[in-house]
């Protein structure tokens, strides 16, 4: 079973930084890919950012040119690096690993319990 945790969420002024992290454990196959997602109060959770398992990054619109994906594969961790943050980024991040059954002809989403970014303005 895949676990995942992040970590690095928190209260930030306005044109700060946060560093989140997220750790996989479990054994992952077929990894289709990893990312980041964010729900804001009374909004639908939102693609941040996503690095296929052969790909470039994919980024939304509104992060692009802020916010960094990066892997370190040795770690078995995720991060997003947040810069100049704004109060509309404000919202809980999770972190996502999809995998591909073929066996079962599907995908997997597993997600981790989120971490809270605040940002004021």
């Known amino acids: 079973q895949v676990q995942l945790v992040e970590s690095g969420g928190g209260l930030v002024q306005a044109g700060g930084s946060l560093r989140l992290s997220c750790s996989t454990s479990g054994r992952i196959v077929s990894l289709t890919s990893m990312g980041w997602y964010r729900q804001a109060p009374g909004k639908q959770r939102e693609l941040v950012a996503t690095i296929p398992g052969g790909g470039s990054p994919n980024y939304a619109d509104s992060v692009k040119g802020r916010f960094t994906i990066s892997r370190d594969n040795a770690k078995n961790t995720l991060y997003l690096q947040m810069n100049s943050l704004k109060p509309e980024d404000t919202g809980v991040y999770y972190c996502?690993?999809?995998?591909?059954?073929?066996?079962?002809?599907?995908?997997?989403?597993?997600w981790g319990q989120g971490t809270q970014v605040t940002v004021s303005s």
């Open positions: 996502n690993v999809q995998t591909m059954s073929f066996l079962a002809g599907r995908l997997y989403d597993y």
